[in-house]
């Protein structure tokens, strides 16, 4: 058994408390830290702290979902808009727009995107009904995630105008900015509601080591088990969803950076991958805030344009190793 | 009092009933080999047993319990399955392999320990416990496969071809090993192509052909002239001795 070095440990958190102060220190407004003004308390506590915050823990939730993912499909490749969940927020979130039942400030519009969510793995649940295959499950994700996507790209296709079309899309492709205490509020629920899902199915993730066939003799309750976790999935992925659109490749990369840095063991990835998600969206928002001019970049946008590169660079780092 | 009972079993095929008309009842403290051609139903027999297939017709009981009345948990107490091709997903090292196999059982840390402790060293892993799967060989994969699959003590155990990826020696050290535990109460059913280990070590043997169970009884007495003319279409000469048996097949 690999564990992973206390060296590593001692690093990333380091690396943790130095990108989060820098990202409470980002802005157009320097903060004295001795001597704050009510100015300056005031945008530390009302903005910089509340979106630290929205950061840490979209990239908990992000990265717990994807590792739950890749451990249930057994699946390296798996990754949270596999299952269609963030598609089906997304795209009801705009088609409630579009068809003007709520305006852009309606305190409902996220508990539109989260019910869009779950009807989204309600389909994927009955697609993939009493079925041990994980292979249906993928399938069904597929096709309700591209179905969503098409409907997506239909609405802001026939966007009345286009600012409608730019305020819709930012839900397709993540931001950060403008971003409040409620937004946090929405997320932290689905957050512990995600957590205390996975804790109670969490020995399936570690028995689907082996296959499925041999699960099935474990003693688990197979399917209302690995409906469970789908459950967690959602919740986590529609509350990041709800509270800052969909955000790529950080549950995709997560668990990989946890098992390159040693770690194998399903337990460890699973429960790695929320700081490791954390850390890299972390590292995503400083950069977008960086880079961004008046108007900030979405930070989806930035995770793919960082993320993709830097996954391969890891892969190819693994299999350097393995030749040699 | 029989630990294994299977009445009337039919299973469906795609094409051809995978089992068909199979009775059989098996006893504790046996180690009882599946035999047959590639195709016969070896694979189906223990996945029924397990309860991976699902019978059209028929039951089957472990310990006069029907099995569609037990709890996933209660039958993962009594039996364990070892399929024919395993490929573990994730690198974990063998002991952690092994500790898959006791996830479900309710077992205080030191009973666990001890257990994984007495697995280690019947399966001969004691060097390899703390090293990843990808650093070992395929028959050492195996051997902890096994381990997995023995930790739990189960009454009854199925191993699909346990010896298919085994030099000689650890295929006869995996053969006693499961004698060993059939010698202590334990129903152990094993699939097996190798037809001399099955006659040196098996207790019983069960033939089956297309789906059909041709016979059930002694070694000598299944590897007849007739069974292995009509299941395997060959004739073989047998050298039994003591310390083993060879056999020296030939074409019809």
Same mark, same amino acid.
């Given at each position: 058994?690999?564990?992973?070095?206390?060296?590593?440990?001692?690093?990333?958190?380091?690396?943790?408390?130095?990108?989060?102060?820098?990202?409470?220190? =980002?802005?157009?407004?320097? #903060?004295?830290?001795?001597?704050?003004?009510?100015?300056?308390? $005031?945008?530390?506590?009302?903005?910089?702290?509340?979106?630290?915050?929205?950061?840490?823990?979209?990239?908990?939730?992000?990265?717990?979902?994807?590792?739950?993912?890749?451990?249930?499909?057994?699946?390296?490749?798996?990754?949270?808009?596999?299952?269609?969940?963030?598609?089906?927020?997304?795209? $009801?979130?705009?088609?409630?727009?579009?068809?003007?039942?709520?305006?852009?400030?309606?305190?409902?519009?996220?508990?539109?995107?989260?019910?869009?969510?779950?009807?989204?793995?309600?389909?994927?649940?009955?697609?993939?009904?009493? =079925?041990?295959?994980?292979?249906?499950?993928?399938?069904?994700?597929?096709?309700?995630?591209?179905?969503?996507?098409?409907?997506?790209?239909?609405? #802001?296709?026939?966007?009345?105008?286009?600012?409608?079309?730019?305020?819709?899309?930012?839900?397709?492709?993540?931001?950060?900015?403008?971003?409040?205490?409620?937004?946090?509020?929405?997320?932290?629920?689905? #957050?512990?509601?995600?957590?205390?899902?996975?804790?109670?199915?969490?020995?399936?993730?570690?028995?689907? $080591?082996?296959?499925?066939? +041999?699960?099935? +003799?474990?003693?688990?309750?197979?399917?209302?088990?690995?409906?469970?976790?789908?459950?967690?999935?959602?919740?986590?992925?529609?509350?990041?969803?709800?509270?800052?659109?969909?955000?790529?490749?950080?549950?995709?990369?997560?668990?990989?950076?946890?098992?390159?840095?040693?770690?194998?063991?399903?337990?460890?990835?699973?429960?790695?991958?929320?700081?490791?998600?954390?850390? #890299?969206?972390?590292?995503?928002?400083?950069? +977008?805030?960086?880079?961004?001019?008046?108007?900030?970049?979405?930070?989806?946008?930035?995770?793919?344009?960082?993320?993709?590169?830097?996954?391969?660079?890891?892969?190819?780092?693994?299999?350097?190793?393995?030749?040699? | 009092?029989?630990?294994?009972?299977?009445?009337?079993?039919?299973?469906?095929?795609?094409?051809?009933?995978?089992?068909?008309?199979?009775?059989?009842?098996?006893?504790?403290?046996?180690?009882?080999?599946?035999?047959?051609?590639?195709?016969?139903?070896?694979?189906?027999?223990?996945?029924?047993?397990?309860?991976?297939?699902?019978?059209?017709?028929?039951?089957?009981?472990?310990?006069?319990?029907?099995?569609?009345?037990?709890?996933?948990?209660?039958?993962?107490?009594?039996?364990?399955?070892?399929?024919?091709?395993?490929?573990?997903?994730?690198?974990?090292?063998?002991?952690?392999?092994?500790?898959?196999?006791?996830?479900?059982?309710?077992?205080?840390?030191?009973?666990?320990?001890?257990?994984?402790?007495?697995?280690?060293?019947?399966?001969?892993?004691?060097?390899?416990?703390?090293?990843?799967?990808?650093?070992?060989?395929?028959?050492?994969?195996?051997?902890?496969?096994?381990?997995?699959?023995?930790?739990?003590?189960?009454?009854?155990?199925?191993?699909?071809?346990?010896?298919?990826?085994?030099?000689?020696?650890?295929?006869?050290?995996?053969?006693?090993?499961?004698?060993?535990?059939?010698?202590?109460?334990?129903?152990?059913?094993?699939?097996?192509?190798?037809?001399?280990?099955?006659?040196?070590?098996?207790?019983?043997?069960?033939?089956?052909?297309?789906?059909?169970?041709?016979?059930?009884?002694?070694? !000598?007495?299944?590897?007849?002239? !007739?069974?292995?003319?009509?299941?395997?279409?060959?004739?073989?000469?047998?050298?039994?001795?003591?310390?083993?048996?060879?056999?020296?097949?030939?074409?019809?």
């Amino acid at each position: 058994m690999t564990r992973l070095p206390d060296s590593r440990w001692l690093m990333l958190a380091f690396s943790f408390i130095l990108l989060s102060v820098w990202h409470l220190s =980002q802005g157009p407004v320097t #903060l004295q830290v001795t001597e704050l003004s009510q100015l300056q308390k $005031t945008i530390l506590l009302d903005i910089r702290l509340p979106r630290w915050l929205l950061v840490i823990g979209n990239g908990m939730a992000l990265g717990l979902a994807g590792a739950t993912l890749q451990l249930l499909l057994r699946n390296p490749l798996a990754e949270p808009g596999l299952i269609g969940v963030s598609s089906m927020s997304a795209l $009801t979130t705009v088609a409630v727009l579009y068809f003007g039942m709520l305006g852009m400030s309606s305190f409902l519009l996220p508990l539109v995107a989260l019910a869009g969510g779950l009807l989204g793995l309600l389909v994927i649940l009955l697609l993939a009904w009493r =079925q041990h295959d994980v292979y249906r499950v993928i399938l069904a994700g597929v096709a309700v995630s591209s179905l969503a996507a098409a409907l997506m790209g239909l609405i #802001l296709y026939l966007a009345p105008n286009p600012f409608a079309f730019q305020e819709w899309s930012l839900w397709t492709l993540g931001t950060l900015a403008n971003r409040s205490w409620s937004h946090l509020l929405l997320l932290l629920p689905c #957050l512990v509601l995600g957590v205390a899902l996975l804790a109670s199915a969490r020995h399936l993730l570690t028995a689907l $080591t082996l296959s499925e066939q +041999t699960v099935a +003799t474990l003693g688990f309750k197979l399917v209302s088990q690995r409906n469970m976790i789908l459950l967690a999935v959602a919740v986590l992925v529609a509350g990041s969803v709800v509270s800052a659109g969909i955000i790529g490749f950080i549950g995709l990369l997560a668990p990989h950076c946890i098992r390159l840095l040693g770690e194998q063991h399903p337990q460890r990835v699973l429960w790695l991958s929320a700081p490791a998600g954390a850390l #890299l969206l972390l590292s995503m928002d400083i950069i +977008t805030r960086v880079i961004s001019g008046p108007r900030e970049l979405p930070v989806g946008i930035v995770a793919a344009l960082v993320g993709a590169p830097l996954l391969i660079a890891l892969l190819m780092r693994q299999y350097r190793q393995q030749v040699i | 009092m029989a630990l294994l009972e299977l009445c009337d079993i039919r299973v469906e095929g795609l094409s051809a009933p995978r089992l068909q008309s199979i009775n059989l009842t098996l006893h504790s403290g046996q180690l009882v080999g599946v035999i047959g051609a590639n195709g016969a139903g070896k694979s189906s027999l223990l996945k029924t047993i397990a309860g991976l297939l699902t019978p059209a017709t028929g039951h089957v009981a472990i310990d006069q319990q029907p099995m569609q009345q037990m709890s996933a948990r209660q039958k993962a107490e009594v039996m364990a399955y070892l399929p024919q091709r395993e490929q573990p997903q994730w690198d974990v090292s063998v002991i952690e392999l092994i500790k898959i196999g006791l996830l479900q059982h309710r077992l205080s840390r030191s009973e666990q320990q001890l257990r994984i402790d007495q697995v280690v060293t019947e399966c001969d892993l004691v060097d390899l416990s703390a090293r990843a799967l990808s650093t070992l060989s395929g028959g050492e994969q195996q051997r902890a496969l096994l381990a997995r699959a023995l930790v739990g003590q189960p009454k009854l155990l199925l191993c699909d071809e346990p010896t298919s990826a085994l030099d000689i020696n650890h295929q006869l050290h995996t053969m006693q090993l499961l004698q060993q535990r059939s010698g202590q109460g334990q129903l152990v059913l094993c699939c097996l192509h190798d037809l001399p280990l099955a006659a040196r070590f098996c207790d019983q043997l069960v033939l089956l052909n297309e789906g059909k169970l041709i016979d059930v009884g002694a070694p !000598a007495k299944v590897l007849s002239d !007739a069974n292995l003319a009509q299941v395997f279409g060959i004739k073989a000469q047998w050298f039994c001795e003591d310390s083993g048996v060879a056999w020296l097949p030939q074409p019809l």
